[in-house]
């Protein structure tokens, strides 16, 4: 098949640039080609080129990357790889250190943009950098929460559970846990909530706080009354008086 750019110009496979040496890049222009390629291939398979802007690529050098057809448009202000497996190959050889590089910088920068925290936090979270991923999915969740799209708030609760230590930070993870669980009743999503609340009553036992302990019991019980199950009902009622 011949590709071509949107000049339609045909692409010839030399005309793509290849990982320039320190002699090179400098003269032909090609290292910020790669490095545009670079932070390209940590973006979705279907990019925006604006986000591309906004992470620091010269419009000249993304004029260079259209015009030599290493990117592509692909509509409504998106673009992707010209070659096909391109992107894949690109993150494959990426050292660790440029990616988590990449990553913190495409975070931070969607944070700033707003409206991109679930976007953010995952891309703290592939730079290893697990608070701030844990922070950020905890924000979106809340955002996500006074909008009622509770759907949306339960996954961004979720997401920042799954990488949360045991341990570490515990009166944080315990108003998370109750936000989800809240989120997960409003949702109908019976089962998540009952997780939560349980973790939080095993919590409260161990650290011998009845108030807690009974409060979790409570929510208990009113979770197996919508699930219509009275033994359940009975179970957390006599916990809850003792």
Known sequence: MTLRNPQGKEIRKTDIPGKPNERTAGKDGDAPVREAMETAALLE???????LVHLGTDPEVLDRC????????????????????????????LPWVRQRHLHLQIADTFCRIGGRLVEAAAHYAAAHAYPQARRTWGEAAAAACREKR??????????????WPAGVDDDERQRVLREAARCATNHGEYEHAE??????????????DPKAATEACHRLADIARRRRDPAAIREYLTEAAN
């Open 45 to 51: 398979p279907k990019f925006s080129v604006a986000d």
């Open 66 to 93: 259209f015009a030599i057809g290493v990117f592509v448009e692909s509509g409504n202000g998106e673009a992707e790889f010209a070659q096909a497996g391109a992107r894949k190959n690109l993150r494959e050889r």
């Open 150 to 163: 509770y759907r949306d708030a339960l996954q961004s609760f979720r997401k920042a559970l799954e990488i």
């Open 195 to 208: 997780r939560a609340w349980n973790e939080l009553l095993r919590g409260a036992l161990e650290r011998g």
